[in-house]
Structures are given as C-alpha cells and as structure tokens.
C-alpha cells in the first residue's frame, strides 16, 4: 500500500503559479505511474499530467507548455509545477501512484486550486 499527500494549493490569481507536491511513502517501490489529476465541481476527475518509472511524461493537451511533472527520487516525491494559470484550472488537484496502467492505484486527498482575480 502507497499512502500519498498533496501540499502547496491556494488561491492564484490569472497568470500566476503554483507548485504542488505529493509525498509518497508505504511500498515505494512497487509504483510504476505517478500522476496528477484534478476534478472541478460538476466534471469527472481528468488526468493532468502522469511520469513513468522510466521517466516518460504524459501531459493533458490543455496544460501542455503550462504545466511541468518532475520527481525528486531521494524525497519520494512528485511535483507539479503550474505556471500561467487561468480560471479553467480550478479545481481539487488529486495525486495518484500506480504498480501498472490498469492499476486504479492510491490517491492523495486532494488539494484545491483556486484560480481567480
């Protein structure tokens, strides 16, 4: 089992930025996926942005150039990095760590992003 922990949302106003983290600890090893997603009230849970063990990157087409996925193997962590934000992007940001695609895996419990002037 991988416990997750999401720290770093807030309230952002257009254009600006943000960083958040997800600490992972528990069974470490077993995670091949790490990803975040984020839900917005009265819209289904979206993948933003996912890194492989191998470090392949997957992004959302709508935080492409935006937004950037990196991980700090020595903290267990997985950063996301949100620059340029607009108010589409608000909503409770969820991290998530998977043993292989099919695995619905642990998530974090979340952290709400609020982008507004």
């Known amino acids: 089992q991988v416990q997750l922990v999401e720290s770093g949302g807030g309230l952002v106003q257009p254009g600006g930025s943000l960083r958040l983290s997800c600490a992972a600890s528990g069974s470490i090893l077993s995670i091949y996926i790490m990803g975040w997603y984020r839900q917005a009230p009265g819209k289904q849970r979206e993948l933003v942005a996912r890194i492989l063990s191998g470090g392949s990157i997957n992004y959302a087409v709508s935080v492409k150039g935006r937004f950037t996925i990196s991980r700090d193997n020595a903290k267990n962590t997985v950063y996301l990095q949100m620059n340029s934000l607009k108010p589409e992007d608000t909503a409770v940001y969820y991290c998530?760590?998977?043993?292989?695609?099919?695995?619905?895996?642990?998530w974090g419990q979340g952290t709400q992003v609020t982008v507004s002037s």
């Open positions: 998530n760590a998977r043993r292989h695609v099919a695995d619905p895996g642990s």
